[in-house]
Every structure is written in structure tokens, then in C-alpha cells.
């Protein structure tokens, strides 16, 4: 059985404001040591109770930030960008499931850092259905047949979660109190909830469906400001909702929409605000 994680940073225990995750931050050191060490209670659990490979996807900003000499020497890293569906390269339907680790409430929302890949988006939208990073990673893997099992992060990304996948089983490893402050297990503690959990997600998971995106969606971002969506609406094949900072896709299947939001949110990043 093989295991598939994708591994953000923003609800990894203990890391309550941007110092932690940004590599040019004084705390950002400390902040990868403990992602590695989470990911590394999965891990061991994931071989515990029955996986036989676990593939991990460094999911976070340069996406180069797990620390490989610490990592589970069992497991297989995919790490650094620039990658073709970056959140879940590597995700297909060998998988029997996926686990998100570190995961963060979407934009415009209560919860520990929240945002959509940039700061720039207020709201992803799948046809009509409002996602975040985790919604929308969650129908890549539908996409392939592939079950998400288990989110960890904050109380609001795993409450986030659970309004989308019935049955997932979550592991709140701290509680929102602010954007910028948390109440946080400490990372042993964070650890033992995280092996329990990982156990009890693969024990159940026969009762967790893919979350099946729809045919031929329609992708909507929602820019904070209207010169992000210009930017944005540079990719061929987007339309502009006039008199909104809304810029509008048609795709031919999730793929194709993860792509196309790979490409405009990196383009409408080149807005200044000088």
C-alpha cells in the first residue's frame, strides 16, 4: 500500500506568524526542524500500521524546506520547484490515499496564516463551489481515485476539511487565536495525536470516498485587487468578470484548472504596489 503526503508549513505545530515559514526570518530554522520531525511521526506511523512507501511532496513556498538528512530514512522526498502541479506532484492513482500535513485555513477566513498560494487571492472557486488550497488539492486527488484520509494543521483547517470529505480524520495540532497566534500542542505532544491519528485514518479508510471534482470545471479567482487580476488575465484563455478583480477559466478537466491557477496567481504576484 503506498501512502502519498503533502506537507505545507503554516500548521505545522508551533509556528504561529511568518517569521517561522519565511526562509529570511529568524525562526524559520527552527520552523523546518519541526516540520521534518512531524512529518517523521507520519511516517513511522504510516510503516506501522501497513503502508509499504511513503512518498512525500514539500509543499511549501520554494518547496525545499523538509530536511532530508533528518528525514525517515524509508520514505521518498520530492523537493524544490519550479514543479508541474506543485502542492501534489507525484500524486496518481497508485496511491491508496493522501495525507495533508501542516495544512492552513483559505483565504479570507479565520485560521493560523490563512491564504490561498498567494496573498494576492481572496477566493478560489470551483464552479461555484469556494476551495482553498486544501479543497483544491483534494480534487487533484480525486481526480486519480485517490481517498484524503488525514489533515493536520489548526482547529480551522481541519474544521475546513471535515465540512468537505465525510469520515476524515483530522489532528488539530493547535487552536487558532488569531491570524498571527495560536495555542499549540508541544511537538511531542503534537506527535503521539499525530501517530494515533495516522492509525486510525488508515484504519478507516474504506469509509472515506475521493472528493470527485466536476467535468470540465470552471475556475474563478477572486484577486484582492484589480491590477492582480489584470496581471492574471495575461494567460491566454482567461476572461476577465468586468468591474471585479475576478478572472475566469474554462478547463478541460482539475488538472488543467490546478495549472491555470499555478500560472495566474504567479502572474498576478508581479503587481506592485509602489
Same mark, same amino acid.
Given at each position: 500500500m503506498?501512502?502519498?503526503?503533502?506537507?505545507?508549513m503554516?500548521?505545522?505545530?508551533?509556528?504561529?506568524? &511568518?517569521t517561522?515559514?519565511?526562509?529570511h526570518?529568524?525562526n524559520?530554522?527552527?520552523?523546518?526542524?519541526i516540520?521534518?520531525?512531524?512529518?517523521?511521526?507520519v #511516517?513511522?506511523?504510516?510503516?506501522?500500521?501497513?503502508?509499504?512507501?511513503?512518498l #512525500?511532496?514539500?509543499?511549501?513556498?520554494?518547496?525545499?524546506?523538509?530536511?532530508i538528512?533528518?528525514l525517515?530514512?524509508?520514505?521518498?522526498?520530492?523537493?524544490?520547484?519550479?514543479k %508541474?502541479?506543485?502542492?501534489?506532484?507525484?500524486?496518481?492513482s497508485? @496511491? !491508496?490515499?493522501?495525507?495533508?500535513?501542516?495544512y &492552513?485555513?483559505?483565504?479570507?477566513?479565520?485560521?493560523? $496564516?490563512? &491564504?490561498?498560494?498567494?496573498?494576492?487571492v481572496?477566493? @478560489?472557486?470551483?464552479n461555484?463551489?469556494?476551495?482553498?488550497?486544501?479543497?483544491?488539492?483534494?480534487y487533484? *486527488?480525486?481526480?486519480?481515485?485517490?481517498?484524503l484520509?488525514?489533515v493536520?494543521?489548526?482547529?480551522?483547517a481541519?474544521?475546513? !476539511?471535515?465540512?468537505l470529505?465525510p469520515? #476524515?480524520?483530522? *489532528?488539530?495540532?493547535?487552536?487558532y487565536?488569531?491570524?498571527?497566534?495560536a495555542?499549540t =500542542?508541544?511537538?511531542?505532544k503534537?506527535?503521539?495525536?499525530?501517530?494515533?491519528?495516522?492509525?486510525? *485514518? =488508515?484504519?478507516?479508510?474504506?469509509?472515506?470516498? %475521493?472528493?470527485? %471534482?466536476?467535468?470540465? %470545471?470552471? =475556475?474563478? #479567482?477572486?484577486f484582492?485587487?484589480?491590477?492582480?487580476?489584470?496581471? *492574471?488575465?495575461? $494567460?491566454?484563455?482567461?476572461?476577465?468578470?468586468?468591474?471585479?478583480?475576478?478572472?475566469? @477559466?474554462?478547463?478541460?478537466?482539475?488538472?488543467?484548472a490546478?495549472?491555470a491557477?499555478?500560472?495566474?496567481?504567479?502572474l498576478?504576484?508581479?503587481?506592485t @504596489?509602489?
Amino acid at each position: 500500500m503506498k501512502l502519498y503526503l503533502s506537507v505545507d508549513m503554516e500548521g505545522i505545530t508551533g509556528l504561529p506568524d &511568518h517569521t517561522y515559514v519565511d526562509s529570511h526570518k529568524l525562526n524559520y530554522e527552527r520552523g523546518r526542524r519541526i516540520m521534518t520531525q512531524e512529518t517523521n511521526y507520519v #511516517i513511522d506511523a504510516a510503516y506501522t500500521h501497513g503502508c509499504e512507501e511513503v512518498l #512525500i511532496n514539500d509543499s511549501h513556498s520554494k518547496m525545499n524546506n523538509l530536511l532530508i538528512d533528518e528525514l525517515h530514512p524509508d520514505a521518498y522526498l520530492i523537493t524544490g520547484d519550479v514543479k %508541474p502541479y506543485s502542492m501534489v506532484q507525484g500524486l496518481d492513482s497508485g @496511491f !491508496a490515499g493522501a495525507m495533508f500535513l501542516g495544512y &492552513h485555513a483559505k483565504a479570507a477566513q479565520p485560521g493560523v $496564516m490563512s &491564504h490561498s498560494m498567494i496573498f494576492g487571492v481572496r477566493n @478560489f472557486y470551483i464552479n461555484d463551489k469556494s476551495v482553498g488550497e486544501l479543497g483544491f488539492n483534494a480534487y487533484v *486527488a480525486g481526480h486519480f481515485g485517490v481517498p484524503l484520509l488525514m489533515v493536520a494543521g489548526d482547529d480551522k483547517a481541519c474544521e475546513e !476539511a471535515e465540512e468537505l470529505i465525510p469520515n #476524515i480524520t483530522t *489532528a488539530p495540532v493547535k487552536q487558532y487565536i488569531s491570524r498571527s497566534s495560536a495555542k499549540t =500542542l508541544t511537538p511531542k505532544k503534537a506527535g503521539e495525536l499525530l501517530q494515533q491519528q495516522t492509525k486510525v *485514518a =488508515l484504519e478507516n479508510m474504506k469509509n472515506v470516498e %475521493p472528493l470527485i %471534482p466536476p467535468k470540465q %470545471p470552471t =475556475l474563478r #479567482i477572486e484577486f484582492t485587487n484589480y491590477g492582480e487580476a489584470e496581471w *492574471a488575465n495575461l $494567460m491566454p484563455g482567461t476572461e476577465m468578470e468586468p468591474g471585479t478583480p475576478t478572472v475566469k @477559466f474554462e478547463a478541460k478537466d482539475i488538472l488543467e484548472a490546478y495549472q491555470a491557477m499555478l500560472v495566474m496567481t504567479e502572474l498576478a504576484m508581479h503587481t506592485t @504596489f509602489r
